[in-house]
């Protein structure tokens, strides 16, 4: 009997302990955190770049022909225009701060524009050759690959004038000169890939108001402007991480 009570002791005890082992005071295995991802950061835009495009627009010229006329001066007032189309280079260095670019360039319009018309018994004409700019463009980011900006700066443009007779065709006058001004402009500029930017820029550009002396009884008074569009491919020295490697635009 005594050694009946032991036995029924000893298995109560047995199954009481696996029964505790297995209830709500087991410990649970250790587990091991999965990795938090996080998005890479957007690509700079800060960093030294150069590229070349395609312009076109208008060019504008207000010229005057002022005669001395017996015993006063008279003058003759002429707006002529054309359309202009250049080839550009660029180069430049933009510095990124949050979603704020700055930057400043140059670069270097090369073109062969006339403009032609009838003066009386006189053909003239206007040549606008070159221009080149330096400047600097302040612009806001709406996403990481796009940037619209504003632009202003300073200009020099070389140009050219003639005037022959209609029907002997003898130079009466010319000048070659170079005309300063400055510009403004509105443009957007677009990551494509990596380093490579396309922008699109609409510039006005106004230059200073010249006078040439033919002789003692003629002058001219020249003051072109330009409405222009360009179409510049540029390439950054920059880490750009390209399409698709931004992550969530709300977290960048």
Known sequence: MKKLIVGV?????????????DGPYKRPPPTIAAPKYEAPPPPSWTGFYFGAGIGAGAVLHDFDVNRWHYDEWRRHSHSVGDDIFFG??????????????????????????????????LR?????DNTWSVGGRLGFLSSPATLWYVSGGYTEGEFSS??????????????DDTLSGY????????????????????????????NFEVNSWV??????????????LTYKFTHGLGWGSWGSWGKW
Do not use: C
């Open 88 to 121: 550009t280079v660029t180069m430049g260095y933009d510095w990124q701060h949050s979603h704020i670019v700055f930057g400043v360039f140059a670069d270097y319009d090369f073109s062969d524009t006339s403009t032609s018309w009838d003066d009386g018994w």
């Open 162 to 175: 003639s005037s022959r007779g209609k029907l002997s065709g003898h130079r009466f006058s010319s000048f």
């Open 183 to 210: 510009f403004v402009g509105l443009g957007v500029d677009t990551r494509l890939h990596s380093n490579w930017f396309l922008r699109l820029e609409y510039r006005f550009t106004q230059f200073d108001s010249e």
């Open 9 to 21: 002791a000893a298995a109560l005890s047995v199954t009481t302990s696996n029964a505790i082992a």
């Open 124 to 128: 003239r004409s206007l040549s606008l």
């Open 219 to 232: 002058n001219h008074d020249l003051e072109p402007s330009l409405h222009t569009a360009r179409l510049t």
